[in-house]
């Protein structure tokens, strides 16, 4: 019953920590957006925290280069499983209008698995919140 | 067996309120916040999801340590319930705040120095307020147990309201809310990440927590002593603090330790010696 307990409560307090390797703030912003009065995720239990030893759900906005990808592995690995990897943006999903700079490795995906593909120039706060639900389903997943 | 009884069930329904306290908490600040807030349950949400996180640790003492402090405030409540004295209380729980402050400097994150650093400051500024309040108790009531002192026969609030207020700067440090938040860093991420407690993660920040809800509960035990008279006043009494509390952490901005040393001290302990004069002298 614990147990059950304990699987149920993890899609109900996912808490996010958002990286942002260079991205324009266009995303940063549509994301804490989210966290306003306006959207208000906390309802759903999601607290942004800035510390991958707490977090749940690492939100990834920007293009990933040969500089922040290491960055980005080490906060990637930080964070405590079960953990869950989300991309927004062009730019997240595959570098965007930057993807063939000769300092952009592409999406994030090229460098920590991603679960959620978020689109958008910039993402909706409607779309980043229903990119955090999907990958609930993740965590729904590991009930077993 | 009565004191047993009484133990055991301090420690079995504190963290239940505790946790339920910190639910109605994050509501009521989501409201004055104009927005709709998490459900009622949510602490019992997070904690459970962190009991079902990897360990991830970095030494020995930070398990041990945040085991030592859940082990201390569960008994300075159970203490609490049983009737015990107001000294011993008093020792334990701070075993549990040291302890606390032992496992954030285990680790070289600056984080973790410098937001237990703080902690020591902030525990440095609220016992000598705590055990003043006590030895104010004590001075109306000839008594540090508090069997005895819930059979003094009118409100303590008469005589000590100043203590009250007192008791209050304790509270709010010790419940680490706005103008004393920056051990934790509770909302203020950019500062400090979660200053003391950056390094604990998975089970372990979920007994810290569970700690804390044990530690709400034991100074809203305190504050329940000064109007142990009715039961209704008793509950009017704690639930009127916590919301100044909240409406306090919810209209104050973050300030530094240093301010806090001066102004809890200097307030603290005028309120304290005027409380304390007015009594000897009236």
Redesign the interface.
Known sequence: MFKKFIENSRAKSPWIMHFDCGSCNGCDIEVLACLTPLYDVERFGVVNVGNPKHADVLLVTGTVNHRNAKVLRNIYDQMPDPKGVIAIGACGLSGGIFRECYNVLGGIDKVIPVDVYVPGCPAKPEAIIDGVVTALAKFEGLKG | MKTIILIILGIVIAPVLGGLIAGLD?RVT?RL???????LL?P???V??L??????VSNFWQVFCSWVYLIAAALSVGLLFAGSDLLLIFFVQAIGAVFLVMGGLSTPSPYSQVGSQRELIQVLTYEPLLILVFASIFMVTGSFRIDEILAYEQPLLIQLPLMFVVLGYALTIKLRKSPFDFSTSHHG??EL??GML?????PY?GIIEIGHWYETIFILGICALFWHTSLVGCVLLIASTYFAELIIDNTMARMTWRWMLKYVWSIGLAMSFVNLIWLYAG
Not at chain 2, 33 to 39: L, M, Y
């Open positions: 994050r989501a916040q104009s927005r709709f807030g998490p459900p949510q019992f949400y997070d459970a999801k009991f079902g996180k990897d360990k991830v991420h950019q990440v979660k950056t390094e604990f993660s998975g920040l």
